[in-house]
C-alpha cells in the first residue's frame, strides 16, 4: 500500500483506522497539502517474499564446491534456513564435515533472553557442539577454529546498527583474518535496506550495540556490509578477511522483503521490523518497548506515562522473562498498525514518540539511561531532546554524517540501489 497524501502530527490525541485505535502520542491527519506537514514518501518498491528471490543459501552450487574436503564451522541461527531446513542440516545431510556452530545473540535457535548469557553446549540433533559468541566470548577463540578451514556467516540481519548481529559478523571476520580462515557470508535481504537514516556512530561511543562510523538504519545487506568493514579498514589492526559473499538472486534495495520467519524473539512480525530502528532507541530509557507482552516494538509505555491512551502489563514470555516493569500496569501508545500500515512509507527514523514520551515524563530525572547515547551512537541525540530541539532541526544536524556515509557506502553494494 502507498500512501502520496501528507500528514501533520499533533500531540497526545488518538486516532482509529479500519476501526483500530492504532495511534499513540500524536494524531494521524491525511490532507492533500500544508505547508506545515511532513509526507509520507511515496516510495516505488516492490513486496517481496522468500519465495520471490534466491537467497544466498539457496545458491548451493556457488558454495559447496568451496567445502568438499574442508572442515566448515557455522555462524548462524534459527533463520538459517535453505527453503524449510536449516542450513546445518542440509550440509550435514550432503556430507560436508561441519565440526561445529558459533550462535549469536538469543542463541542458535533463538529463543534466549536479549542480553542473557548463551551457554556453550551440544545440539541435541547432530551431536554438534554450539559455541556461544555473545557475553565475554564474544569473538571466535585460535583454538575454536584450530581444526577449520572455512567459517560460514548465515544470519538474518534487519538492517539496523545496534541489532547486535552486525557485531557478530565484526568479530567472526576479525578471527578469520587473524587465523588465515576463509568466511564466506550467505547474503540475505534487508527488510530495511530501502532507505538510510540516523546519527552517525561516534567512536566515543563504540561497543556491542555499534563499532562502526554508520548511521542507525544503513541500507545494506549482511553481505555489502561485511565488504564494508573489510574494504574500510574496520577491523582492528586494519587487517583483511578472506572473504567471499555468495549473493541473492533478484533482490534489490528497492524492493520491499517480507521476512518468513522472525529474526530474533521479540521481532515477530514485519511491523516491529519496520518500527525498530525508532524504537529500538527506547531500550536506553525508562519506556518499556512491550518486552513479555504479545507486542513486542509495537508498543510503549511506562508505570509513570502521562496522557496515554493504551496500557500493557509485561509478564514472562519466551525471550523476554524477566520484561521490563514485569507484573506492574504500564500506559503507553499501540504503534502496531501504524507499523504495520505506514512506517514502511516513511523511510525515516521516527522521533516523535521519543521526544513526546520524554515531554509527558513528570520526572525527566532518570528518563535516560546509560545505554542510551550507545543506542544513538552520540550524546548529542539525548541532549537535543533535553533542550527542546525540534525534529527538523535534529534530522537536519544527520544530514552531513549520512551524505559523507552514502559516498562509503556506494563503494560496496551489490544490488540496484534505491537511489
Known sequence: MQYSHFYKIIPF????????????????????FSANAQ?????????????????GADHTTEYLPLLKGKSVALVTNQSSLIQNTH??????????????VFCPEHGFRGLVDAGEKVATEKDKKTGLTIISLYGKNK???????????????????????????????????????ENNKQLIVLDRPNPNGYYIDGPILEDAYKSFLGLHPVPIVYGMTIGEYAQMIN???WLKGGVKCNLKVITIGNYSHKDMFELAIRPSPNLPNMSSVYLYPSLGLFEGTQISVGRGTDLPFQIIGSPV??????????QPKPGAMEPKYKGLECKGHNLSEFGKEYMK????????????TYTNTADKTNFFDENFNFHAGNSTLQQQIKDGVKEEAIRKSWE????????VRKKYLLYKDFE
Not at 490525541?13 to 495511534?23: I, K, P, W
Not at 542450513?87 to 561445529?100: A, E, F, G, Q, T
Not at 552531513?400 to 559516498?407: E, L, N, S
Open 345 to 356: 512509507d516513511t523511510k525515516k527514523i521516527y522521533l516523535f514518540w521519543l521526544i513526546g
Open 139 to 177: 569473538k571466535p577463540k585460535p583454538e575454536d577454529l584450530k581444526d577449520v578451514d572455512i567459517v560460514i556467516f548465515d544470519i538474518q540481519d534487519v538492517g539496523v546498527r545496534f541489532y547486535t548481529y552486525l557485531s557478530t559478523l565484526h568479530y567472526v571476520m576479525e578471527a578469520c583474518a
Open 13 to 32: 490525541r488518538s486516532v482509529t483506522l479500519s476501526g483500530v485505535e492504532v495511534f499513540t502520542i500524536a494524531t494521524l491527519i491525511l490532507f492533500s
Open 39 to 55: 509526507g509520507i514518501v511515496a516510495i516505488e518498491t516492490t513486496i517481496k517474499t522468500i519465495n520471490d528471490l534466491k537467497v
Open 231 to 233: 574494504g574500510e579498514g
Open 400 to 407: 552531513p554524517g549520512i551524505a559523507k556515509f552514502k559516498v
Open 305 to 314: 506515562l502521562q496522557k496515554a491512551n493504551y496500557s500493557f502489563t509485561p
Open 87 to 100: 542450513l546445518v542440516d542440509s550440509l550435514i545431510s550432503l556430507k560436508i564435515s561441519v565440526k561445529k
